[in-house]
C-alpha cells in the first residue's frame, strides 16, 4: 500500500503504510477522494471513552445511531460484518488486512457508504467489511465499525476526552487562539498516516530519537515496533520488563511492557509513561513506516486537536495530565464473551507474576471480586482494579467446582 511519491513529510528512504490498520487494495493515490456535506459550523457529539478510545454516535446509511470508533491509523473507514449484513451493504471484492495482530485477515470491501455524526456526513467510494469478533473479546465490548484517515482528512477533529465530546470543523475557517501545546505533524498527502518527531529516554541508556505515529485507535500510551526495537537494542538496555500481549484487528501479539524515563514531542515532557515493546515478527507492529506510536493513554489526558490541513495536533492538559501511569499489577490477560460480555476467562497467566503465585490457571472463569459479581464490573472495571495495589478476594470457576483464591497485586514494572 506505500507509494512513497505519495508522501509529504516523509522520512526519505522509507515507505508508508498506514500506522495500525492498512488494507491492501492498490495504491492509495489512486483511490477515489471521500464525499463530503460542507460543514456550515462545528458539530459536536458526545463520546464514550472506553479502555481509551473514543466511541461516538453515527449513522451508517442512514441506520440508527450506533457506536463506531474513532482511528485516524485506520487506512479506510469499516463496518463490522454483521451490522453490514443488516444494513443490506453488499461486498464488491476482496482485499488483504493488515491489522496489529500478528495475523493478516482477508477482508471484503464494499462500495458507496455514508457515515453520519450529528450532521457531519462523510460518504465513502469504499469501505471494509470487518470481522470484530476476536477483537471484542479482548476489547470487552461491540463497536459497530469504525471512522478513519478519510474524517481527518475532511475536519479539524477535537477530542475533549475529559468532557467526553467530538467536534468537527471546517479547516478552512479553523483558527486557534488558546494557549494549547503545537505539536507539528508529518502529514502524508492521502491522510493515511501522522507522526511527530519525539525523543525517549530509556533507563540504562541515553536519549533516543523517534519517529512516532499519531494512533488516536491505540489504548496504549507508546508502542515502540519490533524493528526499532532491535535496531536500538532496548531490551538489553533495560532492566525490569515484563512479557505480556497486546492486541488488535489481526488478534493478539507479543510485547514486553517497559516504563520508559521520559518521552519528550515537542515542548511536551512526559514523565514515566508505559511503554510497549513490540517483539512481534508479523503484523503493523513489526513494521518499519515509524518506529512506534502514541496512543489513547496518553492522548486521553489532553483535549486533543488533530488539524491536518495546517499540520499540527494541539494538546491542552486536562485535569488527569499529571497522574502516574499506570499498569497490570497482576499479570492476567483476560478476554470476555456471552451475551452483554458478562464471561470474563483467563487468557494467559505471566510466569512469576503475583495471579501465577496465587494459583490461577488459563481457563478460569473470574465469577466474583471481594463478593462483587464480575458480570456486573465487566471487562473494563476489572482490568482497572488489576491495575491498583491491593489483596483481592476472587471465587473463580475450574470445571464444575468454584475455588476461592487470593490475589496480592503488586507493580511489575
Not at 70 to 75: F, H, I, K, Q, Y
Not at 268 to 291: H, M, Y
Not at 297 to 311: E, G, K, P, Q
Not at 334 to 354: K, M, Q, R, W, Y
Request: with cysteine; glycine share 10%; net charge neutral.
Amino acid at each position: 500500500m506505500s507509494n512513497a511519491h505519495c508522501s509529504r513529510g516523509r522520512p526519505p528512504s522509507r515507505a508508508w503504510p498506514a500506522v495500525a490498520t492498512a488494507v491492501a487494495l492498490g495504491t492509495a493515490c489512486g483511490t477515489p477522494a471521500p464525499v463530503t456535506v460542507s460543514l456550515s459550523h462545528p458539530v459536536t457529539v458526545p463520546v464514550e471513552i472506553y479502555h481509551n478510545r473514543v466511541y461516538l454516535p453515527a449513522r451508517i446509511d442512514n441506520s440508527s445511531l450506533v457506536a463506531v470508533v474513532l482511528d485516524n491509523g485506520a487506512s479506510v473507514s469499516g463496518v463490522r460484518d454483521s451490522v453490514a449484513r443488516a444494513l443490506g451493504i453488499r461486498s464488491s471484492r476482496r482485499a488483504t488486512l493488515l491489522g496489529n495482530g500478528r495475523s493478516t485477515l482477508s477482508i471484503e470491501l464494499a462500495d458507496d457508504v455514508t457515515f453520519d455524526v450529528g450532521g457531519a456526513a462523510v460518504r465513502e467510494p469504499f469501505v471494509a467489511i470487518l470481522p470484530y469478533d476476536e477483537f471484542a473479546r479482548h476489547e470487552g465490548r461491540l463497536n459497530a465499525g469504525v471512522l478513519g484517515k478519510d474524517t481527518y482528512a475532511r475536519f479539524v477533529v477535537d477530542v475533549d476526552y475529559a468532557a467526553h465530546t467530538l467536534t468537527l470543523r471546517d479547516p478552512s475557517t479553523f483558527t486557534y487562539s488558546g494557549s494549547g501545546i503545537v505539536i507539528p505533524l508529518h502529514v502524508r498527502r492521502d491522510a493515511r498516516s501522522a507522526w511527530m518527531a519525539a525523543r525517549i529516554t530509556v533507563p540504562g541508556s541515553g536519549p533516543v530519537d523517534a519517529r512516532l505515529g499519531l494512533d488516536m485507535g491505540t489504548y496504549s500510551a507508546l508502542r515502540l515496533y519490533s524493528p526499532f526495537v532491535k535496531r536500538r537494542a532496548l531490551l538489553g538496555a533495560a532492566s525490569g520488563t515484563v512479557a505480556t500481549y497486546g492486541f488488535g484487528l489481526g488478534g493478539e501479539f507479543p510485547i514486553r511492557l517497559m516504563r520508559v524515563d521520559s518521552l519528550a514531542i515537542g515542548n511536551l515532557r512526559l514523565r514515566g509513561p508505559v511503554a510497549e515493546l513490540s517483539t512481534a515478527d508479523s503484523g503493523a507492529t513489526a513494521r518499519e513506516d515509524v518506529d512506534g506510536t502514541i496512543g489513547g493513554a496518553i492522548l486521553s489526558r489532553f483535549r486533543v486537536i488533530v488539524d491536518y490541513a495546517h499540520a499540527r495536533m494541539i494538546l491542552e492538559p486536562n485535569p488527569h495530565t499529571d497522574a502516574p501511569y499506570v499498569a497490570d499489577m497482576s499479570g492476567l490477560v483476560l478476554d470476555a464473551s456471552g451475551p452483554g460480555f458478562a464471561t470474563i476467562t483467563v487468557g494467559h497467566v505471566l510466569p512469576t507474576s503475583p495471579a501465577f503465585e496465587a494459583g490461577f490457571a488459563v481457563g478460569d472463569q473470574l465469577v466474583s471480586i471481594d463478593g462483587e459479581g464480575v458480570d456486573r464490573l465487566g471487562l473494563a472495571r476489572v482490568r482497572a482494579l488489576l491495575m491498583r495495589q491491593a489483596a483481592y478476594h476472587i471465587t473463580v470457576a475450574r470445571g464444575s467446582s468454584p475455588i476461592e483464591l487470593v490475589l496480592r497485586t503488586r507493580p511489575m514494572i
